[in-house]
């Protein structure tokens, strides 16, 4: 068992050498526009001009924007493009830096000392060492970006920031500045080369400005029409062009009404595949109520677009889309 997982781990660190790419490779803004295509993630030029300048100037870089419009998922496309490992934190209410950095492994500690204690083997000050030693750390995220990673420095995503409290981020601050974090028993350990940073943050609360300046920022956005026909023709291939472009219609039109969660694009994605297995071939009222559970999340948005509300809007959306 432990074997198969040496073997895993050997198998995806020759992977990530064999792919790794260098930031030479990262010349221009279309670049980066290029190698987030080729992993399906279509790109605007703003938000690719900053993901170029994070990666040339080796800063982190800060994204905040409505929920489900690729903030994450550019953080995997980054890491899969230039075939480097992606290490996600991902935050929580109560997150502290033990368990975004190191833990002891309590357990293995004590059977080592009660191992020593039965042996009488070690030396008082030498277990201690052995005991505090990486043997029995167990890295966490922050830590395991601050190591040497197969294939180049790693791209850590430290996901939906703003759900963490304001200690933390005091915390995550010091370990951005200097790439750096420290454990009281090992000491500090300073990253040879700092990781990739994409912090994201669906702004549930403000961030603090020091972390902000610390980082480039962007906003995203929802795309526009254009954008979201190309995203639906590389996340769901195989719906028809003219019902793509209802779709999309559609769901623009939709994100312009009153509504308490408007749809992001993985709520797009979802939708066109939901028509895909229904067969659909174009949007009717019927359909449209049939799968509205997969655009809309809340019980009154979706009371809201009873049938008459679900025609006018596609009746708006069908005109968006008609040959002038
Ligand atoms: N520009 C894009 N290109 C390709 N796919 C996209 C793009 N934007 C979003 N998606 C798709 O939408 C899904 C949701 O994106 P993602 O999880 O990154 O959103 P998010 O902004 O992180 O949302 P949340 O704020 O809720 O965490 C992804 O799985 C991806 O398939
Ligand atoms: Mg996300």
Redesign the pocket.
């Known amino acids: 068992m432990a074997r198969g997982r040496v073997k895993r781990a050997a198998r995806a660190a020759a992977g990530y050498a064999r792919r790794g790419r260098a930031m030479e490779h990262v010349k221009t803004i279309e670049d980066v526009q290029r190698l987030?295509a080729e992993e399906?993630?279509?790109?605007g030029r703003a938000l690719a001009t900053a993901l170029f300048l994070a990666l040339r100037l080796g800063r982190p870089l800060f994204?905040e924007?409505?929920?489900?419009?690729?903030?994450?998922?550019?953080a995997?496309?980054i890491a899969a493009a230039l075939g480097r490992r992606l290490i996600r934190l991902q935050c929580y209410e109560g997150l502290d830096s033990a368990s975004a950095v190191a833990e002891w492994n309590f357990a293995a500690q004590m059977i080592a000392l009660r191992a020593a204690e039965v042996g009488k083997t070690a030396e008082g000050g030498a277990l201690k060492d052995q005991l505090f030693s990486d043997e029995f750390l167990i890295e966490r995220p922050l830590l395991q970006a601050m190591r040497p990673q197969p294939g180049g420095a790693p791209v850590l995503l430290i996901?939906?920031m703003d759900r963490t409290d304001a200690p933390f981020e005091a915390f995550l601050l010091e370990a951005l500045s200097d790439y750096q974090v420290t454990i009281p028993e090992l000491g500090t350990i300073k990253a040879e080369t700092p990781p990739i940073v994409i912090l994201?943050s669906?702004r549930t609360r403000e961030v603090h400005d020091a972390l902000k300046r610390r980082c480039l920022y962007a906003w995203?956005d929802y795309?526009d029409f254009e954008?979201e026909a190309q995203?639906l023709a590389?996340?769901a291939r195989e719906l028809p062009a003219q019902l793509s472009r209802e779709v999309v219609a559609f769901v623009q039109a939709l994100r312009t009404e009153d509504l308490f969660k408007k749809p992001?694009?993985?709520e797009t994605?979802d939708w066109a595949k939901c028509l895909l297995a229904l067969d659909a071939v174009a949007l009717s009222p019927q359909v449209i109520a049939d799968t509205l559970g997969a655009l809309l999340k809340y019980q009154d948005d979706i009371a809201r677009l009873n049938n008459s509300e679900a025609t006018r809007i596609l009746d708006q959306a069908r005109a968006a889309i008609a040959p002038a």
């Open positions: 987030l399906g993630y279509v790109c994204l924007g409505e929920p489900g419009t690729g903030k994450t998922e550019i995997k496309a996901d939906e994201t669906n995203v795309p954008r995203i590389a996340r992001g694009v993985a994605i």
